[in-house]
């Protein structure tokens, strides 16, 4: 479905994603290494519950929020992948505050 282009080394980055390792490349957004590791859903939407993924790739829906280091609610898709980093999936409604 999705093909990397080969205009970049493809320089490998580790991260873990609900807690298990992968690995991205070097200069992809969190969307993307999400959408290459075959997890696809990056949340479930909060009245239905049903899976819900990135969509446009350039920060209009907010389809692909997820939560990045600890900070929720974060666009996967406007942020790029970095060594160690945690992204987790979140699941339903999501709490406003500290």
Known sequence: MLKRMHDRPLVP????????????????????A???SAIGATRASPVAG?????????????ECLV?????????????PVAEG??????PGLREIGP
Do not use: H, W
């Open 13 to 32: 980055v580790g991260i873990t994603i609900d807690g298990r390792p992968f690995e991205a490349k070097a200069g992809d957004s969190v969307a993307a």
């Open 34 to 36: 999400l959408l290459a």
């Open 50 to 62: 049903s899976p819900r993924a990135p969509y446009c790739l350039m920060g209009v829906c907010f």
């Open 67 to 79: 939560t990045i280091d600890g900070v929720a609610n974060r666009q996967a898709c406007m942020i």
């Open 85 to 90: 980093m945690r992204i987790d999936r979140q």
